[in-house]
């Protein structure tokens, strides 16, 4: 078996409803970042420091981590979906 890191092309997160920037990255760098649930990919200059602070910066793109509102609505939807599973 051969695990191949192939590159995979998301849509830039940032807050600009137009904005339609792909960023490509590895399938074990998307990974690592979507572990988090507060983490996404925008564009090295999409990032909006308001609503989100950047916790690494790679070539061509950045990661962030949304703040305040913003992740606390996250917050919201995970309570919301674990609420939701059936018991039993
Ligand atoms: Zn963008």
Same mark, same amino acid.
């Given at each position: 078996?051969?695990?191949?890191?192939?590159?995979?092309?998301?849509h830039?997160?940032?807050?600009?409803?137009?904005?339609?920037?792909?960023?490509?990255?590895?399938?074990?760098?998307?990974?690592?970042?979507f572990?988090?649930?507060?983490?996404?990919?925008? %564009?090295?200059?999409?990032?909006?420091?308001?609503? +989100?602070?950047?916790? *690494?910066?790679?070539?061509?793109? /950045?990661v %962030?981590?949304k703040?305040?509102?913003?992740?606390e +609505?996250?917050?919201? *939807?995970?309570?919301?979906?674990? /609420?939701a599973?059936?018991?039993?």
């Amino acid at each position: 078996m051969h695990a191949v890191d192939q590159p995979i092309s998301f849509h830039c997160e940032c807050g600009n409803a137009h904005c339609d920037e792909a960023i490509r990255l590895l399938a074990s760098d998307s990974k690592a970042i979507f572990h988090e649930p507060h983490r996404f990919v925008v %564009v090295s200059d999409h990032v909006i420091p308001e609503v +989100e602070r950047v916790v *690494e910066r790679r070539e061509g793109y /950045a990661v %962030v981590e949304k703040t305040g509102e913003a992740a606390e +609505e996250i917050d919201q *939807e995970e309570q919301d979906a674990d /609420a939701a599973e059936p018991t039993g």
